[in-house]
């Protein structure tokens, strides 16, 4: 196969593709959520659980791994909704502590994201504005990635997997 | 797989499938233990009281960058016990490619032929096909007694022209050659779709 120097700018036809305009978006609307609502912090991560933008106070917090438990707490959820005939989109997944509470939604058919918030938000107010987030979130992700051919990321490197596989050997210890 | 065109990033998943105690969450457990803690994530695993697998391990490779591409590893082994089917199928969700990490004793081969047909099924619940997604077999304690080697375990599965390898994972054996097998086996995926996106 001959792999030719403009196929960096081609778009990757699985997962989800972000140019760099649809991150700018992202982050600001997640920046507007995380001001309105108020909310402590949030994460938005791709479904396999990637994070894609985290905004607010995260402290301690391991992201990685709370971006692959959001994820699967998200797709676990669905799962009991569907075996129990109660699935619907944009479902909200609630969790009410004594002092903060926390939202778990769908964002499109890609993302999922989540949002911490203290217990003094009214909760009628963080449902409908996450709900309306993960409305435009999902708009984003639909629009054409014009920006995407400018940018080479050269996946053409015809040797890519031999360096992956020699960054793996790099960072190994027998 | 994800992708961030303007951060560079490239992040992919990698499913750890097979029966029940083969050697899934060990092969997490190696690779935590052997890259430097720079280079990856906390290992996220979802317990059960006896300690095994309840939902998923997690952990994630962060490979620095290569070629002006910063790849992130995303590295899940799936609950391996009958019952956890559902989830099984759930972990799958999106996975860029898998390892089968089946179990080399002979008392085990049965298990081995159900899990098999079992993510066969599962990558196609999930839209997967398994003529496009990279697939590794890795045939674990090779240490034991009267042990299946490699080639007896790919006839078993009629998976003859599958890459694959030996491995005695709790010793470390084969999971570096194991990990990179995949790992390049989803690059030359990406780099194949891109060409022809």
Redesign the interface.
Known sequence: MKKSNSMASAEVPSGLSLSPSQDQIINRILRDLLEKCPAQFILLAELSGQIISVQGETGKTDLIGLGALVAGDLAASQEIARLTGQYQHAQLILREGPETASFISEAGDRMVIYMRIHKEVPMGWARLIIQETSRKLAEVTSMPPEEVEKIDLQLSEDKLDTLIGDGLDSIWHE | ????????E??L?IVYYGPASSGKTTNLEQIHR???AA????L?S?KTYEDRTL??D?L??E??K????T??I?L?TVPGQVRYE??RK??L????GVVFVADSAPLRANDNIIAWHDMKSHLRSNNLSMDHTPIVLQCNKQDTLGAMALVEIKYMLHVQDLLGFPAIAVN?EGV?DT??AI??GV??K??????Y?
């Open positions: 797989m994800y992708i961030n065109w303007q951060l560079r490239l992040n998943k052997r890259v430097d280079h990856r994530s906390d996220v979802l939902f998923f997690f994630q490779l490979l620095g290569i070629s002006g591409l790849p992130k995303h899940y559902e989830v759930l972990v969700r999106g996975a860029d470390g570096l990990l990179k790992t390049r690059i030359t990406v780099q194949h779709e891109s060409a996106a």
